[in-house]
């Protein structure tokens, strides 16, 4: 029991003699104190300073005025060693919706959506792709890569000019054409320090790790020829969702990063645990296209697993852009597809994963008005 003498507490304790002794508390009162006291100013910093600096580390909007990005670790980084998370749109086939590149909805995108990055999808082989167009379609398209290019760098996003295999399966199947294309805008665009090579979008129908290897050791040689430093992006398998294949036999450079893909009413936890096995494997993943609707691009759509992914992405840093700015009659678009603007969209212009996505990176971003 305790007891207070002339200021003194002791507390009681049966005697191994028999009877009671008492054990003086109020040196050991002082010392709980004081470490109580330590705890109490420690957890203040917490509160305070010290988590502050630590979200403002991964948190922290940069847009592309931070300028050359590189990769460290899993992370993408500017020349401060600030960490930088990409968020943005992709525009849908660039031979199908190429109005959408044009100055006014990249102005919009950046100063009232707070995107920081933009992604150029170029189709290879579907109709009036790269591949599979003439050759004023091949001269029209690189004519708008580099327009979006320009435009990108105007109002302070990342650009990622997107070689966009889909039905073409295995890159290796228009390697001298990529070879080419690479060749010709690493050359022209190695000026801008916010270019971005993503070289094969979604390998498929069952291409293997070790032929996608193959074709991008190829041409990463070739834009390294021009461009030293930039960052490219290299597709995985089975629709750039096999990060673990890629983890487990990364390739040799540096700067460079892997693709994973997800539609959020489709790819749930299991996607999700294969994308942070790999990031803590050290292989840096950069989400260059998700959707909140289900894989075929349509169906209904999934706030709370797009959310729960958002969240994922935010813990470790990884950057995410969005498919797909047009107003196709389906419901990964942003537009509503009764909506022909290409500019100066309102709220009640934007389809449900629009408003999804306007409001989620306009808070990233800290906008307000």
């Known amino acids: 029991m305790l007891q207070r003498s002339n200021g003194t507490w002791s507390c009681l304790f049966p005697s191994e003699k028999g009877g009671v002794e008492h054990v003086f508390l109020n040196k050991k009162i002082k010392i709980l104190r004081g470490f109580a006291l330590v705890c109490v100013l420690a957890l203040g910093l917490c509160l305070t300073g010290g988590l502050q ?121 228009h390697k001298k054409e990529a070879k080419a294309f690479f060749k010709e805008m ?59 294949q890629a983890a487990a036999a990364p390739m040799k450079g540096e700067n460079l990063m892997y693709a994973l893909h997800f539609y959020a009413a489709t790819h749930k936890a299991d996607l999700r645990n294969k994308m942070t096995a790999a990031i803590n494997k050290g292989l840096p993943v950069f989400v260059t296209e998700y959707g909140i609707c289900d894989a075929s691009g349509n169906g209904a759509i999934d706030k709370e697993e797009a959310n729960r992914w958002v969240q994922t992405m935010d813990e470790y840093g990884v950057s995410y852009i969005a498919w797909n700015l047009s107003n196709k009659q389906e419901s990964s678009s942003i537009i509503k597809s009764s909506c022909s603007k290409v500019s100066g969209f309102k709220k009640s212009d934007l389809s449900d994963e629009g408003k999804w996505l306007y409001s989620m990176l306009r808070k990233k971003a800290g906008l307000t008005k």
Not at 69 to 94: A, F, I, M, N, Y
Not at 213 to 219: D, I, L, P, R, T
Not at 227 to 244: L, N, R
Request: proline content about 2%.
């Open 53 to 173: 600096i630590a979200e403002a580390k991964t948190t922290t909007y940069y847009d592309a005025s931070a300028g050359r990005l590189h990769v460290k670790g899993t992370k993408l980084v500017d020349k401060k060693g600030h960490e930088v998370q990409l968020r943005g749109v992709s525009t849908h086939g660039l031979s199908w919706y190429p109005q959408y590149v044009n100055d006014k909805c990249f102005a919009q995108l950046h100063d009232k959506w707070g995107a920081n990055v933009v992604r150029l999808a170029m189709y290879t082989e579907e109709y009036n792709g790269y591949c599979s167009g003439d050759a004023k379609n091949r001269s029209d398209l690189k004519k708008l890569i580099k327009k979006g290019v320009r435009l990108a760098k105007k109002h302070k996003m990342y650009v990622i000019v997107d070689w966009h295999i889909l039905s073409d399966g295995n890159p290796n199947s």
């Open 186 to 244: 690493s050359k022209e665009l190695k000026g801008y320090n916010n270019v971005i090579y993503e070289i094969c979008n979604e390998p498929n129908n069952g291409t293997s790790w070790k032929e996608i290897k193959s074709y991008a050791k190829s041409v990463i040689s070739t834009i390294r020829e021009n461009d030293k430093k930039a960052v490219i992006v290299v597709g995985t398998p089975t629709w750039s969702q096999d990060v673990d």
